[in-house]
T-cell receptor
Framework: DAKTTQPPSMDCAEGRAANLPCNHS???????VYWYRQIHSQGPQYIIH???NNETNEMASLIITEDRKSSTLILPHATLRDTAVYYC????????????FGKGTRLSVIA | NAGVMQNPRHLVRRRGQEARLRCSPM?????VYWYRQLPEEGLKFMVY????????ESGMPKERFSAEFPKEGPSILRIQQVVRGDSAAYFC???????????FGSGTRLTVV
């Protein structure tokens, strides 16, 4: 079973920042936080991952709380093409461990 | 560098037939994962393979389903005697050794009629 809790749906105005929360209160010290998204019926797309420091790449920023029990994915300037289901996943550091997907958050970006 | 290639994109089978789904991982990736997504549901892990080895098949139904990743060639997910409940999107992902980020293919949509 997934070890994360996400809101089922969110709306965001186009051009504004989208902040997607995730709770992972039972995360272990060796587990990373991963974010993926699935646009319509396409294959999931990797977005970003982190252990305890905040991370940023060309797609998004990941903010992890100091106690690591929750995190927020930030899309700084959401576009209509960012409409998708976003999955927050925790996974051990052991490498090549199958990722367990939960229900995710359905983000709708509105013009 | 081509991504993860899955074929066919769409597959229609009659009840009782066999379905073979193929997955070619990204170049340099030696780990393959298969997931199934039923309509309006999330992705469910099925099986994790490395070359010539099944590492974790805890999500695979005990009957009719099998998977392989031979030394040469793509990974194959095989479903024997398909039933209507097997209708779903089947996604394959690959990763290089030592890194947890997956690259997913575009999936195979299986329809059993």
């Amino acid at each position: 079973d997934a070890k994360t809790t996400q809101p089922p749906s969110m709306d965001c105005a186009e051009g504004r920042a989208a902040n997607l929360p995730c709770n992972h209160s039972t995360i272990s010290g060796n587990e990373y936080v991963y974010w993926y998204r699935q646009i319509h019926s396409q294959g999931p797309q990797y977005i970003i991952h982190g252990l305890k420091n905040n991370e940023t790449n060309e797609m998004a920023s990941l903010i992890i709380t100091e106690d690591r029990k929750s995190s927020t994915l930030i899309l700084p300037h959401a576009t209509l093409r960012d409409t998708a289901v976003y999955y927050c996943i925790v996974s051990p550091l052991s490498g090549n461990t199958p990722l367990v997907f939960g229900k995710g958050t359905r983000l709708s970006v509105i013009a | 560098n081509a991504g993860v290639m899955q074929n066919p994109r769409h597959l229609v089978r009659r009840r009782g037939q066999e379905a073979r789904l193929r997955c070619s991982p990204m170049k340099g990736h030696s780990h393959v994962y298969w997931y199934r997504q039923l309509p309006e549901e999330g992705l469910k892990f099925m099986v994790y393979l490395q070359k010539e080895n099944i590492i974790d098949e805890s999500g695979m139904p005990k009957e009719r389903f099998s998977a392989e990743f031979p030394k040469e060639g793509p990974s194959i997910l095989r479903i024997q005697q398909v039933v209507r409940g097997d209708s779903a999107a089947y996604f394959c992902a690959s990763s290089p050794q030592g890194f947890d980020g997956y690259t997913f293919g575009s999936g195979t949509r299986l329809t059993v009629v």
